[in-house]
């Protein structure tokens, strides 16, 4: 059996992956902030047939010294995308850090009911002190607490969107019952730092859950739908996939930073040119390509043996992005290497990710379910 | 009703401001209805919003509540329930509608002034200067079950800490001065140097220290609107807010009376009157005819009120579990039991109960009604009931009187409960020159007229 395709990820964080990618951006620097350009930006991922666009994020500025150091919160830029496209999955990146994991719940499950079921969550984790003290709360330090504050936030917010079954929502004229209350469930939640009663406040997203993405290691594998994966080669970056699936992840993504040749300048004269006003230091665990889409395209067929999707960070969004919806695309749609999302699917189909049911619902209840 | 001759009455060139309040939890948005629909898919909120922007209205409201209500040991089943994240939704219909407010209640209790501010914030630049946000100050203990700080506050401290919470939004929002973004890419740094504050601060319930992400936008910051009916309540919406969501809209005299009073506590913190606008929730029911009228506010009160929904707020006032007597019986022959008010069900309506109850009895035994029909009788009053041209008549006087501003409607169904009021009402208020025939500025402070932020 030929390996599913792969499935394709663009981060569309402020105008780029680089530091200075302000500069090279079609817009005035302060047109970064505006819902046009937001708006324009994930059409254009959408256009090219990306099957997911993430939104980086922190309470921090998304840059010190000369960078932009303005971010509208993530959650909020997914739903106006979400709001404003029809077909593309919106994950934003969502700390737990310090953030409510109730509130985080509502929000994601939002998402998702504003996106009829396109939602996905890039679980985050604030790791600068300077967090702790612009939300006024006591510090979270070292990659322990961090990792425990991300796990319980997951299974915080995985149990409350569980806490409504499906069918909590009878409507039953008959009995004068809007809800019904045995199909909401208490999440009784309690971790070493604090505790959530629950259920939810909304209801159950139309995903069940939306999807799940954290760079492996961050939270426990049976938590995670798609591990985000890197290296410095591209062959340490297929084992660490390897690793990911090994450990029971169900997908892996890829992530590769992206510099393109464009029709004006090769990418090496575009980071050049870059910088001179910053370096684009290398993150570990992130893959980096520099040159033609050409390229790309055969790095990401050797990619797709071992891994299942990609999440493209490119230089400059203004740039690359085209170039990406030009070349590289639909050459891997052609070929078959990847796959676009259809038109009223939700992205766990597009991911081809099973629909979970409520860990809450019992035997009962799905028996009444039948018997109706 | 005569019309009102516009050289005697106090404000002849008022306008009346709409709000829509999508509920999403409550038992006076009628589900049974076959025309009832969802009330958590996206289309409903779109349909309901771009309904209100047709019928020019200044805002699209949602509500608070982080913690689903119980009653007799449980999950509360028989209303409304389950909502969205109010910001996140927000910013969706941010996208699909045009000039509309788009309000979120937020408490101040289980929130986090630099986390709040800044969401408030993007739904305010997303939208283009039209956010809103609705204070409110929820304090129970069994909503802190849902958060890391567990059940608090005590309710002398409630509005300290939204005071101090306000003032560190405000601080947040006006961390950017204007020109804070450079003009080109040519720039030394994207923002301009020194143009972006840090915000400090240290007080009884914060102590934060920030940088602020966003510029202000086209209002400057949100429209701060606040709902608290205490004499603390009423003295910080007076000391802060804009506009204040009361329940003060129903009876023309005691809307008069309350807005009198806020006028006066105004006048106290030093503020200019016109710094405030008062738009009371209600329910507003059309008919082609008074008589038409009537039948049909019946019909809602009845779906509204049905005999499990009377029997359960019967139940509360007694402190009896009630199911499984009939509604339609008379009431039950026993005392109320009198345990201590634990502010479980957030009103105060049924503190005094005995005399309530002692109320209850008397009215219906002289007007012969069943125990479903008082709770409909003597249950809170929600609306306005006539036809399109009498209530356009005392919506005027109300306006023009200075007893309301407007008024903030939940439609009883969703979503074409707003329907009649946009195509039959709004015409008829136009026509009296007491509504606007058309958007004239873009932004949610602009639409209620309000100051332009310093
Ligand atoms: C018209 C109106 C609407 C309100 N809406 C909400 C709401 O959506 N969520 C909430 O938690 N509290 C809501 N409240 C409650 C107030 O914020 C406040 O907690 C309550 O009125 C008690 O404060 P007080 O003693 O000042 O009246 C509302 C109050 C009023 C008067």
Redesign the pocket.
Same mark, same amino acid.
Do not use: C
């Given at each position: 059996m030929p390996r599913p395709a792969l499935r394709l990820a663009v981060e569309l964080d402020g105008d780029g992956a680089h530091p200075a990618a302000w500069r090279r951006a079609a817009h005035a620097p302060g047109e970064l902030l505006s819902p046009r350009r937001l708006a324009r930006t994930a059409a254009a991922a959408e256009n090219a047939g990306f099957t997911l666009v993430t939104l980086d994020d922190s309470i921090l500025p998304p840059a010190s010294g000369a960078g932009p150091v303005g971010r509208i919160g993530a959650v909020e830029r997914a739903a106006f995308v979400a709001a404003s496209t029809s077909v593309v999955g919106v994950a934003p990146v969502v700390a737990t850090t310090y953030a409510e994991p109730f509130h985080v719940s509502s929000q994601l499950s939002s998402l998702d009911h504003v996106s009829a079921g396109r939602a996905g969550w890039v679980v985050g984790a604030e790791e600068d002190p300077s967090a702790a003290r612009a939300w006024g709360r006591p510090l979270v330090e070292g990659p322990e607490a961090l990792a425990r504050e991300a796990r319980d936030g997951v299974r915080v917010v995985r149990d409350l969107w569980d806490s409504w079954e499906d069918n909590a929502v009878i409507r039953s004229v008959a009995t004068s019952r809007y809800l019904d209350r045995e199909r909401l469930h208490a999440v009784d939640f309690t971790g070493e730092t604090y505790s959530v009663k629950g259920p939810s406040i909304v209801p159950r997203p139309p995903q069940g859950r939306p999807v799940v993405l954290a760079r492996q290691g961050l939270v426990p594998a049976e938590l995670t739908d798609v591990a985000l994966v890197g290296g410095t080669t591209a062959k340490e970056t297929g084992a660490a996939g390897d690793a990911a699936k090994a450990a029971g992840v169900p997908l892996a993504f890829a992530e590769i930073e992206v510099a393109l040749d464009t029709p004006r300048d090769t990418a090496r004269e575009r980071i050049a040119d870059l910088e001179r006003y910053s370096p684009w230091e290398e993150r570990p665990g992130r893959l980096r390509y520099t040159g033609s889409a050409e390229g790309l395209v055969v790095l990401l067929a050797e990619l797709a043996a071992s891994v299942d999707g990609v999440r493209l960070l490119p230089l400059v969004l203004d740039e690359d992005l085209s170039v990406l919806s030009r070349l590289v695309l639909p050459e891997l749609f052609v070929r078959r290497l990847a796959t676009r999302p259809l038109p009223g699917t939700t992205l766990r189909t597009s991911l081809g990710l099973p629909r979970p049911a409520s860990r809450f619902a019992t035997a009962t209840t799905l028996v009444r379910e039948e018997t109706r | 009703m005569t019309r009102t001759d516009p050289t005697d009455v106090p404000r002849p060139d008022a306008r009346l401001h709409f709000g829509v309040f999508f509920q999403g !939890?409550n038992h006076w948005t009628i589900w049974s209805d076959p025309s009832s629909g969802s009330q958590i898919d996206p289309a409903s909120f779109l349909r309901v919003a771009r309904t209100a922007e047709r019928g020019l209205f200044d805002a699209f409201f949602? *509500?608070? *509540? $982080?913690r689903l209500r119980e009653s007799e040991g449980g999950i509360h089943e028989l209303d409304v329930a389950g909502r969205p994240d109010s910001i996140t939704q927000l910013s969706a219909l941010a996208a699909g509608t045009d000039r509309i407010g788009l309000v979120s #209640?937020s =408490?101040t209790t289980y929130n986090e002034p630099a986390d709040l501010a800044r969401r408030l914030s993007g739904l305010d630049l997303l939208s283009g200067g039209r956010a809103g946000w =609705?204070? !409110? #100050?929820?304090?129970n203990a069994w #909503?802190g079950e849902n958060f890391r700080r567990g059940g608090f506050l005590d309710?002398a401290d @409630?509005?300290t800490r939204a005071e101090e919470f306000l003032s560190v939004a405000r601080a947040v929002w006006n961390g950017w001065s204007e020109e804070a973004v450079a003009a080109s890419a040519d720039a030394r740094s994207w923002s301009v140097p020194g143009a972006v504050g840090r915000v400090r601060s240290r007080g009884a319930h914060f102590d934060v220290d920030l940088a602020p992400t966003l510029p202000r936008s086209a209002q400057g910051h949100p429209v701060i609107f $606040? &709902? *608290?009916?205490? %004499?603390?309540? @009423?003295d910080?919406g007076a000391r802060n807010a804009d506009v204040i969501?009361? &329940?003060h809209g129903l009876d023309f005299d005691d809307a008069l009376g309350f807005a009198e009073d806020l006028r006066r506590r105004l006048r106290a913190a030093g503020r200019p009157e016109g710094a405030l606008r008062i738009l009371? %929730?209600t329910e507003i029911i059309i008919g082609a005819t008074e008589k038409e009228a009537e039948e049909k506010a019946r019909w809602v009160r009845l779906e509204q009120v049905t005999p499990a929904v009377a029997l359960g707020i019967a139940g509360r006032l007694w402190n009896i579990d009630l199911s499984g007597r009939d509604a339609d019986g008379p009431l039950p022959a026993e005392d109320p039991v009198i345990a201590e008010y634990t502010g479980k069900f *957030?009103s105060?309506r049924f503190r005094d109960t005995l005399a309530t109850v002692a109320e209850w009895r008397a009215k219906a035994e002289a007007n012969g009604w069943s125990l479903r029909e008082a709770v409909i009788e003597l249950g809170p009053q929600r609306g306005h009931v006539g036809t399109p041209a009498g209530l356009a008549e005392k919506f005027a006087r109300f306006v023009r009187y200075g007893a309301v501003d407007g008024f =903030?409607v939940s439609p009883y169904l969703v979503p074409e409960g707003l329907d009649d009021i946009v195509d039959l009402l709004v015409p008829e208020l136009q026509e009296r020159g007491v509504y606007r025939t058309a958007y004239t500025g873009t932004t949610l402070r602009e639409h209620l007229g309000l100051a332009p932020v310093e």
């Amino acid at each position: 059996m030929p390996r599913p395709a792969l499935r394709l990820a663009v981060e569309l964080d402020g105008d780029g992956a680089h530091p200075a990618a302000w500069r090279r951006a079609a817009h005035a620097p302060g047109e970064l902030l505006s819902p046009r350009r937001l708006a324009r930006t994930a059409a254009a991922a959408e256009n090219a047939g990306f099957t997911l666009v993430t939104l980086d994020d922190s309470i921090l500025p998304p840059a010190s010294g000369a960078g932009p150091v303005g971010r509208i919160g993530a959650v909020e830029r997914a739903a106006f995308v979400a709001a404003s496209t029809s077909v593309v999955g919106v994950a934003p990146v969502v700390a737990t850090t310090y953030a409510e994991p109730f509130h985080v719940s509502s929000q994601l499950s939002s998402l998702d009911h504003v996106s009829a079921g396109r939602a996905g969550w890039v679980v985050g984790a604030e790791e600068d002190p300077s967090a702790a003290r612009a939300w006024g709360r006591p510090l979270v330090e070292g990659p322990e607490a961090l990792a425990r504050e991300a796990r319980d936030g997951v299974r915080v917010v995985r149990d409350l969107w569980d806490s409504w079954e499906d069918n909590a929502v009878i409507r039953s004229v008959a009995t004068s019952r809007y809800l019904d209350r045995e199909r909401l469930h208490a999440v009784d939640f309690t971790g070493e730092t604090y505790s959530v009663k629950g259920p939810s406040i909304v209801p159950r997203p139309p995903q069940g859950r939306p999807v799940v993405l954290a760079r492996q290691g961050l939270v426990p594998a049976e938590l995670t739908d798609v591990a985000l994966v890197g290296g410095t080669t591209a062959k340490e970056t297929g084992a660490a996939g390897d690793a990911a699936k090994a450990a029971g992840v169900p997908l892996a993504f890829a992530e590769i930073e992206v510099a393109l040749d464009t029709p004006r300048d090769t990418a090496r004269e575009r980071i050049a040119d870059l910088e001179r006003y910053s370096p684009w230091e290398e993150r570990p665990g992130r893959l980096r390509y520099t040159g033609s889409a050409e390229g790309l395209v055969v790095l990401l067929a050797e990619l797709a043996a071992s891994v299942d999707g990609v999440r493209l960070l490119p230089l400059v969004l203004d740039e690359d992005l085209s170039v990406l919806s030009r070349l590289v695309l639909p050459e891997l749609f052609v070929r078959r290497l990847a796959t676009r999302p259809l038109p009223g699917t939700t992205l766990r189909t597009s991911l081809g990710l099973p629909r979970p049911a409520s860990r809450f619902a019992t035997a009962t209840t799905l028996v009444r379910e039948e018997t109706r | 009703m005569t019309r009102t001759d516009p050289t005697d009455v106090p404000r002849p060139d008022a306008r009346l401001h709409f709000g829509v309040f999508f509920q999403g !939890v409550n038992h006076w948005t009628i589900w049974s209805d076959p025309s009832s629909g969802s009330q958590i898919d996206p289309a409903s909120f779109l349909r309901v919003a771009r309904t209100a922007e047709r019928g020019l209205f200044d805002a699209f409201f949602l *509500g608070d *509540g $982080q913690r689903l209500r119980e009653s007799e040991g449980g999950i509360h089943e028989l209303d409304v329930a389950g909502r969205p994240d109010s910001i996140t939704q927000l910013s969706a219909l941010a996208a699909g509608t045009d000039r509309i407010g788009l309000v979120s #209640t937020s =408490n101040t209790t289980y929130n986090e002034p630099a986390d709040l501010a800044r969401r408030l914030s993007g739904l305010d630049l997303l939208s283009g200067g039209r956010a809103g946000w =609705n204070m !409110v #100050t929820t304090h129970n203990a069994w #909503t802190g079950e849902n958060f890391r700080r567990g059940g608090f506050l005590d309710h002398a401290d @409630r509005y300290t800490r939204a005071e101090e919470f306000l003032s560190v939004a405000r601080a947040v929002w006006n961390g950017w001065s204007e020109e804070a973004v450079a003009a080109s890419a040519d720039a030394r740094s994207w923002s301009v140097p020194g143009a972006v504050g840090r915000v400090r601060s240290r007080g009884a319930h914060f102590d934060v220290d920030l940088a602020p992400t966003l510029p202000r936008s086209a209002q400057g910051h949100p429209v701060i609107f $606040q &709902a *608290g009916d205490s %004499g603390e309540g @009423r003295d910080f919406g007076a000391r802060n807010a804009d506009v204040i969501f009361s &329940a003060h809209g129903l009876d023309f005299d005691d809307a008069l009376g309350f807005a009198e009073d806020l006028r006066r506590r105004l006048r106290a913190a030093g503020r200019p009157e016109g710094a405030l606008r008062i738009l009371p %929730g209600t329910e507003i029911i059309i008919g082609a005819t008074e008589k038409e009228a009537e039948e049909k506010a019946r019909w809602v009160r009845l779906e509204q009120v049905t005999p499990a929904v009377a029997l359960g707020i019967a139940g509360r006032l007694w402190n009896i579990d009630l199911s499984g007597r009939d509604a339609d019986g008379p009431l039950p022959a026993e005392d109320p039991v009198i345990a201590e008010y634990t502010g479980k069900f *957030g009103s105060s309506r049924f503190r005094d109960t005995l005399a309530t109850v002692a109320e209850w009895r008397a009215k219906a035994e002289a007007n012969g009604w069943s125990l479903r029909e008082a709770v409909i009788e003597l249950g809170p009053q929600r609306g306005h009931v006539g036809t399109p041209a009498g209530l356009a008549e005392k919506f005027a006087r109300f306006v023009r009187y200075g007893a309301v501003d407007g008024f =903030n409607v939940s439609p009883y169904l969703v979503p074409e409960g707003l329907d009649d009021i946009v195509d039959l009402l709004v015409p008829e208020l136009q026509e009296r020159g007491v509504y606007r025939t058309a958007y004239t500025g873009t932004t949610l402070r602009e639409h209620l007229g309000l100051a332009p932020v310093e």
